[in-house]
């Protein structure tokens, strides 16, 4: 089994910074993709960012420039780093592991609890 679980959320005021963290953990193998998810109030959730195993990043369009995705060499370990963040950025932040290679008896994808993040003055 994977287990995936998120923490740094919180409340930052507007034009601040947020370092989120995100750690998997048991049948991980070498190739996996994490991401960071984010879904606000009466909205869909959406992507902001994934690396690879391999360190290649992709961030959606409105992400860049303001946020980072980075991994700890050698783990299933990510961090968000979100700068000059606004109030359009509060919602529940949720980090995914995903497996490419099929493996009998573990899913494609595990879900992290999700870390709330709320920016207001």
């Known amino acids: 089994q994977v287990q995936v679980v998120e923490s740094g959320g919180g409340l930052v005021q507007p034009g601040g910074s947020l370092r989120l963290s995100c750690a998997a953990s048991g049948d991980i193998f070498e190739h996996y993709i994490m991401g960071w998810y984010r879904q606000a109030p009466g909205k869909q959730r959406e992507l902001v960012a994934t690396?690879?195993?391999?360190?290649?990043?992709n961030y959606a369009d409105h992400m860049k420039g303001r946020f980072a995705i980075s991994r700890e060499n050698g783990k299933a370990t990510v961090s968000l780093q979100m700068n000059s963040l606004e109030p359009e950025d509060t919602a529940i932040y949720y980090c995914?592991?995903?497996?490419?290679?099929?493996?009998?008896?573990?899913?494609?994808?595990?879900w992290g609890q999700g870390t709330q993040v709320t920016v207001s003055s």
């Open positions: 690396i690879t195993h391999g360190g290649t990043t």
């Open positions: 995914k592991i995903h497996f490419p290679v099929r493996v009998y008896g573990r899913n494609d994808d595990y």
